[in-house]
């Protein structure tokens, strides 16, 4: 079964950036969907970031202009850049890859303070 295991998380101040990077186990030839959620405290997990293997890139709005989302097959990651971040950034992120299945990270803390 693939498995994922993001890192990159950390604290940051506002307008600061990180990377998130997410590691998929095994190379995937096709995939549906791969993408980048979040959760804040008693919030529901929501959308960042989207992509499919025929090349659609979706974002939330909210993070339009801020945030690109990545991949690299050669290293089997998918990558999350987050700049000029605010503190309601501030969630634990999950990647997830649908290939039939959906699979999800353990997720990374993000913490933005002002």
């Known amino acids: 079964q693939l498995q994922l295991v993001e890192s990159g998380g950390g604290s940051v101040q506002a307008g600061g950036s990180l990377r998130l990077s997410c590691v998929h186990s095994r190379r995937i030839s096709s995939f549906n969907e791969m993408g980048w959620y979040r959760q804040a405290p008693a919030k529901p997990r929501e959308l960042v970031a989207r992509?499919?293997?025929?090349?659609?890139?979706g974002y939330a709005d909210s993070v339009k202009g801020r945030f690109t989302i990545s991949r690299d097959g050669t290293k089997n990651t998918l990558y999350l850049q987050m700049n000029s971040l605010k503190p309601e950034d501030t969630a634990v992120y999950y990647c997830a890859i649908t290939d039939g299945n959906t699979m999800w990270g353990q997720g990374t803390q993000v913490t933005v303070s002002s």
């Open positions: 992509m499919t293997d025929r090349g659609f890139i």
